[in-house]
């Protein structure tokens, strides 16, 4: 007969509240955990693009060294890239993803809770890399070699080590979505009838599986480059730099589609629900998807027109990527279609989902400007590069996970965020967004090359300019994240009125009370 003894494998050494965020299983905190983590990590990159500002704010060499001002060049765009879009995604995909199909939750919690506590090591050990001496990574977020291996200081190591823990996360979240949507489907919920979000976040997780190696790979060769005498990319040895650009951007172009994809998602979730309209085009939508994730991965050279490409490689990554805008003017089209005679209200949502269909399209048009092989020989690696690709990323992928906030945050806390300041958010920001990125048309189209600490005086009226538009928007997401923390410490309660969805139908949700308490999936009426 056994003897019932106290259970001590739980410490009490640790408090109760942060137990329960460190050892959480539960889909819906470590979806809180990555898009608060995703929060921290706007902010952080933000203050570095704000530095980067600061300097440009007149020409000459004002605040910082050259070589600092490459620093926070190369970790802004870390940090937004790798510690922002992608995380927050992930933390929208790990709350929204298993109440979507009817799962009780991620497939693999376990594995889910480790993805995401390996994420602040990483960043820790890239951000330390900065204090070290002769300070972090300096080469641009792309890590082009020789720069990375002949003439990088030795926090190249923590820059590599960083990229490598980045990239298991990013694996194990996707393995997790792709084992939750294929095996956790509620009966019923065949392909065709998935959400949009479902299923870009699908498509998302089969990129990031095929992409992640390739960048654990180009890491890998820059780290046995610079400190174990191989010569992967060094021309003297055998090897070729050129090769690097070819491996990175393999990697490179289809990570621009895993940080566009699950906002192509959101809208078509946001869009049809402020029309009150079912979504135009459902099964078109889903091929363009498809469509758009194969086509990522033969168009990577267009970033490397001026290598010196054959005429025919010219030429076939000039049409590939050209018709890549395919499948994205059917999107537009659709969502466009979709507001179309619909019964709209302009919630904060639907706001930002608009302003994101207007403003990731010039981000397209300018993207497809440079897909032009001969008109790309005169842009690359001017400002409008910066332009084409903060409009994509900015009003584009931020702007779609800030509606993805104001639409699901009263699901998930149970609370209304105040419309006020919420519409004074994003007024303020739309207008500051613009004011900031669109001037960099003109400088770049002029000949200011990036990522530049100092430049010519013609270009001092429209950098002042520029910069003043990066300080409002910086200044305007703190009015975003006080919404948000007014919203989930209390305020008006919301009601089922919030989540009608496009068809009508009426989510049936307990009574408003914190998020943690919904634990069954939402039944519908």
Known sequence: MTTLTHDHSESHSVPKGIKRWLFTTNHKDIGSL???FSLIMFLVGGGMAMVIRAELFQPGLQLVEPDFFNQMTTVHGLIMVFGAVMPAFTGLANWMVPMMIGAPDMALP????????????????????????????NFGWTFYAPLSTTYSNDSTAFFVFAVHIMGISSIMGAINVIVTIVNLRAPGMTWMKLPLFVWTWLITAFLLIAVMPVLAGAVTMVLTDKYFGTSFFNAMGGGDPVMFQHIFWFFGHPEVYIMILPAFGIISSIVPTFSRKPLFGYASMVYATASIAFLSFIVWAHH???TGMPLAGELFFMYSTMLISVPTGVKVFNWVATIWRGSISFEIPMLFSIAFIVLFTIGGFSGLMLAITPADFQYHDTYFVVAHFHY?????????????????????TGNMYHQGWAQAHFWLSLISVNVLFFPMHFVGLAGMPRRIPDY??????????ISIGGFAFGLSQLLFVWVVIKCIKGGEKATSRVWEGAQGLEWEVPSPAPYHTFETPPVIK
């Open 34 to 36: 990555y898009l608060i």
């Open 304 to 306: 490397m027109f001026t």
């Open 392 to 412: 994509v990323l900015v009003t584009g992928a931020v702007f779609s996970i800030m509606a993805a906030a104001y639409y699901w945050l009263p699901k998930w």
């Open 110 to 137: 376990r594995m889910n809770n480790w993805s995401f506590w390996i994420l602040p090591f990483a960043f820790s050990i890239l951000l330390m890399s900065l204090f070290m001496e002769g300070g972090g990574p």
């Open 456 to 465: 010519a005086l013609q270009f001092a009226d429209f950098n002042a300019i």
